[in-house]
């Protein structure tokens, strides 16, 4: 199973400790593509970051793929396999786009940088599907702000 990097921003979060960050990342896998089966990574998460939810909207179905959002160690970590077409029934831009949330279901923290939230993509190969994963946490309390600030 690759692992398809393609899409990851780079962090952005410093010196925002005890402070909601909201983190969102648009894919379109009409720009790269993604085997069922492969994983991708979507989002970094900073250390010290208190993950409370995770959404995947739904932009741009594509009938069988499915995605599951995890993170490095659980690959459903936030949500089971979601079937695109359930999420947003059609492709007609008129209409609103579908979106589902972990919600309360799970939360973790993150204490180690380098962590990433990831789709796992299902069913079929992903080729014009359009999606954004949101993630929002709390970045916690640093205990090395005293050294940062020193220098």
């Known amino acids: 199973m690759p692992n398809i990097t393609a899409h990851l921003p780079k962090s ?87 979106a589902v949330a972990s919600a309360n279901t799970a939360k973790f923290f993150y204490a180690d940088a380098g962590n990433k939230i990831l789709l796992t993509i299902g069913g079929a190969a992903a080729t014009t599907a359009v999606v954004s994963v949101i993630a929002i946490g709390t970045l916690v309390a640093k205990t090395n702000y005293v050294e940062e600030q020193a220098s």
């Open 12 to 98: 952005v979060y410093q010196r925002m400790a005890m402070q909601t960050v909201i983190a969102q990342n648009l894919v379109d896998f009409s720009k790269a593509n993604a085997a069922s089966g492969d994983t991708v990574e979507v989002l970094e998460i900073p250390a010290g970051c208190f993950v409370n939810e995770v959404i995947l909207a739904v932009h741009t179905t594509e009938t069988t793929v499915t995605m599951l959002v995890g993170d490095d160690t659980d690959d459903d970590q936030y949500l089971t396999a979601q079937t695109l077409t359930d999420i947003k029934a059609d492709n007609d831009a008129a209409t609103l786009d579908g």
